[in-house]
């Protein structure tokens, strides 16, 4: 049995006008975004939204993010308060989804959902999303461009080994920029973290002068939903997996592991040599799809620091290390 992989353009404009033409035909197509790539269709079609989860096999109760140009054209989809208004104006365009009630009137295909009274959106800062966006004219939903719970596709290269045959076209804008999906807030609540910390978010510092709302207080960390229960993408104890097992906090290597370092542990390769949290998060899933296709058969992960954007490291490491 042969498989075929899909086109891979380069971005450019007949890149776009390929990629709006296959959404507006109700497929979906992989683009990239500041985050990682995504797998974009149009989120008003039921069935082009259907076949997002089929082609990454993505469990109907997983909601998806909503892509749109702008915060005006977020405001025709969901309700935002003080709180989301304010994260919108200091992040926006950029890695910060918000889960916001929808408005019912909105025409967003009731799968993007998964029929939850909310709807979790953002503005995305990558030139290519934005020039989809902008041709399309349409909310574009976009989850990860990748087989449902596995690692997720920093590199065009990453998509096609991943879904294939699935879709038939991938943008190839080269490697991501942040490395991991963005950070997901409900009020003050995080879902998911991401490259934003709660300290960016919820500091106080960096508000802007006009329009600023007293300090929301500390943010809070959602752990992974009970039975199943998941109110945002990204929740699933396990998640952004490789085919092998992981071990964390691993201060070598054993027999028949590939190590992956960090700071003073060198390993096969290094998210970071020199420590450096944010470099670590933008190789951590190239790190690890180029670990899953060696010869080894275990991967192991050195400590990286509970800190800052390495909460967001370490929430995807623990999901990709999860029994399957």
């Known amino acids: ?12 404009e007949a890149a776009i006008a390929e990629a709006a033409r296959v959404i507006r035909a109700g497929g979906c197509v992989a683009v990239p975004t500041e985050t990682v790539y995504g797998l974009a269709a149009d989120a008003t079609d039921s069935r082009a939204v259907a076949g997002i989860y089929e082609a990454k096999g993505r469990p109907s109760f997983n909601p998806l993010i909503v892509h749109v140009s702008d915060l005006a054209a977020a405001q025709r989809i969901a309700v935002f308060d003080d709180i989301a208004r304010d994260l919108a104006a200091r992040f926006w365009p950029g890695p910060l989804t918000l889960v916001l009630p929808v408005r019912p009137e909105a025409g967003i295909a009731s799968l993007v959902t998964a029929g939850l009274d909310t709807i979790a959106i953002r503005v995305p800062r990558h030139r290519a999303m934005q020039a989809l966006l902008a041709v399309t004219g349409k909310p574009l939903a976009a989850p990860s461009a990748n087989v449902s719970g596995g690692i997720s596709p920093t590199r065009a290269a990453h998509v096609a080994a991943s879904l294939r045959e699935r879709i038939p076209l991938v943008i190839d804008d080269g490697a991501t920029e942040a490395g991991l999906e963005s950070t997901i807030v409900r009020g003050t609540e995080i879902l998911r973290p991401g490259p934003l910390t709660a300290e960016d978010l919820f500091s106080g510092e960096g508000r802007s002068p ?91 992960i050195a400590p990286v620091p509970e800190t800052g954007i390495g909460i967001a490291i370490n929430d995807r490491l623990r999901r990709a290390a999860h029994p399957r």
């Open 1 to 12: 049995m042969t498989t075929t992989n899909p086109l891979v353009l380069p971005y450019g």
């Open 210 to 300: 006009e329009g600023s709302i007293e300090s929301p207080g500390p943010a809070t960390l959602r752990p992974s939903p009970e039975h199943g229960t998941v109110v945002a993408p990204g929740q699933l104890d396990s998640h952004y997996a490789p085919s092998k097992p992981v071990r964390l906090n691993a201060a070598g290597a054993e027999d028949g592991e590939w190590l992956i370092g960090f700071g003073a542990v060198a390993g096969d390769e290094s998210l970071s040599a020199s420590g450096d949290l944010t470099e670590a998060a933008a190789n951590l899933f190239d790190a690890l799809h180029r670990a899953d296709a060696t010869a080894a058969a275990t991967i192991a």
